[in-house]
Nanobody, 121 residues
């Protein structure tokens, strides 16, 4: 399965963006899917994840209340609605899945290409 992320861009602080991740050459299956991000000189950090049913979602503390993850299994697409963006949200955002809990952290071994989000203050 190839994961294709899109929707990144440049916004001012307080603005919004919606990222999309679409699977090609396959489907998401019943995997936990989600997003990570990586700012320059930082490690890749977990942002959000969603179960196949969509009933359960998980967020990094830093984005709770501002970001919303959702998925449309019929379209093989996962979304990340990002509101009230802050300069510290600027990063390359990566779609990932399946996401697993490993060594006390969310992780994934399968990534899409990233999409860049820049936030100006």
């Amino acid at each position: 399965v190839q994961l294709q992320a899109s929707g990144g861009g440049s916004v001012q602080a307080g603005g919004s963006l919606r990222l999309s991740c679409t699977a090609s050459r396959g489907t998401f299956g019943t995997y936990l899917m989600g997003w990570f991000r990586q700012a320059p000189e930082n490690e890749r950090d977990f942002v959000a994840a969603i179960t196949w049913s969509g009933r359960s979602t998980y967020y990094a503390d830093s984005v709770k209340g501002r970001f919303t993850i959702s998925r449309d299994n019929a379209k093989n697409t996962v979304y990340l609605q990002m509101n009230s963006l802050k300069p510290e949200d600027a990063a390359v955002y990566y779609c990932a899945g399946p996401i697993i809990w490993r060594s006390m952290a969310w992780a994934s071994d399968h990534w899409g290409q990233g999409t860049l989000v820049t936030v100006s203050s």
